[in-house]
């Protein structure tokens, strides 16, 4: 679902900042797997790369097949619409709509109106246990409940892949471990392949595998024994 090969990422600046050079891993169709490493590694920069929001140096990313160097910006835009979702540490649920006008916010982008599009978003938001949020606005929302409107966001299309990055960050340890289990099985059951990114043991005990990102390698960590 997703191939990196011999990928490398500079910011260019005054200080140009090589963040990976050559790396290279691969994420089989429905897997959910962890990317983890401190904090300035690089892993959000990565994510942004397999969604299309950054082009890298060299090397390839080729997601579902397409190589994402070959596509314009638009033809990037349309494929992330269709195929990605994202859950993101502040949420970014917007607070002027409801929680179901939140969720169906991708149908919209796609051009699904009326009653399919209702009934998926409810449908969603039972998942993720908020089928009687529907109505509420976001300010009155805790937070792990707003993480779990996001999650219902970037499922409602039925998109190939999730992109999670740092999705746990503003959650306290319950809310966490919550937050991703509703992640995992929500993915599971509509087929998604999840790439998660994080610092944060616990959250990625929950994946399948667990990849560690450094500046020249992705290399795999061992689960735990209980998992
Ligand atoms: N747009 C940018 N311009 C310049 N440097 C950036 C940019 N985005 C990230 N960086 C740098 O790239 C490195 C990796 O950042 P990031 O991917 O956010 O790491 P992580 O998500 O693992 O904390 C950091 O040193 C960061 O300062
Ligand atoms: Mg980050």
């Keep these: ?12 600046g005054p200080r140009p900042r090589r963040v990976f050079e050559s790396i290279t891993f691969s994420i089989e169709r429905g897997e959910f797997v962890a990317i ?10 990565l994510l942004n790369l397999v969604a299309g ?11 579902d097949g397409v190589d994402l160097c070959s596509l314009s910006d638009d033809a990037l835009t349309v494929m992330r619409r269709q195929r990605m979702g994202f859950v993101f540490q502040s949420f ?9 006008q939140n969720v169906t916010l991708p149908l919209a982008l796609l051009r699904h109106h009326g009653a399919n599009a ?26 792990g409940e707003l993480q ?20 746990t960050g503003n959650l306290g340890p319950d809310n966490a ?6 992640l995992r099985e929500c993915a599971k059951s509509n087929g998604a392949t999840v790439l998660l990114a994080t610092h944060s043991r616990t959250a990625a005990a929950a994946a399948g595998r667990v990849l560690a990102l450094s500046t020249q390698n992705v290399t795999p960590v061992a689960l ?4």
């Design 177 to 182: 471990t919550q937050v991703i289990a509703l």
């Design 1 to 12: 679902m997703i191939a990196v090969a011999n990928l490398t990422k500079t910011f260019a």
């Design 53 to 63: 929001l950054e082009r890298p140096d060299s090397g390839s990313i080729t997601v």
């Design 118 to 143: 209702q009934s998926r978003t409810t449908e969603v938001l039972r998942a993720v246990g908020l089928e009687d949020r529907e109505q509420s606005m976001p300010r009155e929302l805790s937070g």
């Design 224 to 227: 735990a024994a209980e998992q």
């Design 92 to 100: 970014h649920v917007l607070p002027y709509l409801t929680v179901a």
């Design 36 to 45: 983890v490493g401190e904090s300035g590694i690089g892993k959000s920069t």
């Design 148 to 167: 779990r409107v996001a999650i219902a966001r970037a499922l409602v299309h039925r998109p190939a892949i999730v992109l999670a990055d740092e999705p």
